[in-house]
């Protein structure tokens, strides 16, 4: 029988658990089958194994995974498949299949120039500072630009920057530091990040501290639910289901 096992990356903030557990719940409402289950990768309940052996419980046989993570970095590269390897070991008649994060995609920046306009109608010469969790995997770099050309594509905004909470350059200290200097008299900060946290609050008392004259800063709320999102879990829900759902033994992945 068929299983899907949703898995998210947790966190010690309790409503950013609460709000990842609502998001992966309520994308199973797209899904047709039988045994679907949640699972975070840590600080958090259930665990992968917990998730995983839930749905060997319950009758499965094939276990379809999907990463609720934004970007491709070392969690969806190494940290789960390592995981998921040692779980075949122990069930090794189960099939497994993993599937990818959401990774560069065009329902994405809907969202983002909502988050912006949630906040306030930009002025002409209003410019976004995108702001990524950060990781010392070059590819979240590159797509985190990629998705910030793209916004910048779509929508009369005059420069969109990236920078990053750890792990790589600019920081987000950096980023603040030349949105200043840019002469821009808006800067919208757009965290790109799934759920709240503890990231999020460092973010707001940065942001608090900044003293500028002449220009705004305005921070705008994190990705969240949005339908787009869900939308985006959906489709890679039916690749890891179908023929494009990546084996665990893909080199990709291990």
């Given at each position: 029988m068929?299983?899907?096992?949703?898995?998210?990356?947790?966190?010690?903030?309790?409503e950013?658990?609460?709000?990842?557990?609502?998001?992966?719940e309520?994308?199973?409402?797209?899904?047709?089958?039988?045994?679907?289950?949640?699972?975070f990768?840590e600080?958090a309940?259930?665990?992968?194994?917990?998730?995983?052996?839930?749905?060997?419980?319950?009758?499965?046989?094939?276990?379809?995974?999907?990463?609720?993570?934004?970007?491709?970095?070392?969690?969806?590269?190494?940290?789960?498949?390592?995981?998921?390897?040692?779980?075949?070991?122990?069930w090794?008649?189960?099939?497994?299949?993993?599937?990818r994060?959401?990774?560069v995609?065009s329902?994405?920046?809907?969202?983002?120039?909502?988050?912006?306009?949630?906040?306030?109608?930009?002025?002409?010469?209003?410019?976004?500072?995108?702001?990524g969790r950060?990781?010392?995997?070059?590819?979240?770099?590159?797509?985190?630009?990629e998705?910030?050309?793209?916004?910048?594509?779509?929508?009369?905004?005059?420069?969109?920057?990236t920078?990053?909470?750890?792990?790589?350059?600019?920081?987000?200290?950096?980023?603040?530091?030349?949105?200043?200097?840019?002469?821009?008299?808006?800067?919208?900060?757009?965290?790109?990040?799934?759920?709240?946290?503890?990231?999020?609050?460092?973010?707001?008392?940065?942001?608090?501290?900044?003293?500028?004259?002449?220009?705004?800063?305005?921070?705008?709320?994190?990705?969240?639910?949005?339908?787009?999102?869900?939308?985006?879990?959906?489709?890679?829900?039916?690749?890891?289901?179908?023929?494009?759902?990546?084996?665990?033994?893909?080199?990709?992945?291990?």
């Amino acid at each position: 029988m068929q299983a899907i096992l949703y898995i998210g990356h947790g966190s010690r903030i309790e409503e950013a658990r609460n709000q990842a557990a609502r998001f992966m719940e309520q994308s199973m409402e797209h899904e047709s089958a039988q045994i679907q289950e949640i699972s975070f990768l840590e600080l958090a309940h259930p665990t992968i194994e917990e998730g995983f052996q839930r749905c060997i419980e319950r009758g499965a046989t094939r276990i379809a995974v999907v990463p609720v993570l934004l970007l491709t970095a070392g969690h969806a590269k190494t940290d789960i498949p390592l995981e998921l390897e040692r779980l075949q070991k122990r069930w090794r008649g189960v099939h497994i299949t993993y599937g990818r994060p959401f990774g560069v995609h065009s329902g994405i920046i809907d969202v983002l120039n909502e988050r912006i306009h949630e906040q306030r109608q930009p002025v002409d010469d209003a410019m976004v500072l995108l702001v990524g969790r950060g990781s010392s995997d070059p590819d979240v770099k590159r797509d985190l630009r990629e998705i910030a050309d793209l916004l910048q594509d779509r929508f009369p905004f005059k420069r969109v920057d990236t920078s990053f909470l750890a792990a790589t350059e600019p920081s987000f200290e950096e980023g603040l530091k030349l949105a200043g200097q840019s002469g821009h008299r808006q800067v919208f900060v757009v965290p790109y990040l799934l759920f709240t946290g503890i990231l999020m609050k460092s973010m707001e008392k940065t942001i608090r501290n900044l003293t500028p004259v002449d220009q705004e800063f305005i921070l705008c709320k994190y990705l969240g639910y949005h339908p787009n999102l869900q939308k985006v879990v959906y489709e890679r829900t039916l690749e890891t289901l179908g023929v494009e759902g990546r084996a665990l033994t893909d080199p990709c992945y291990v």
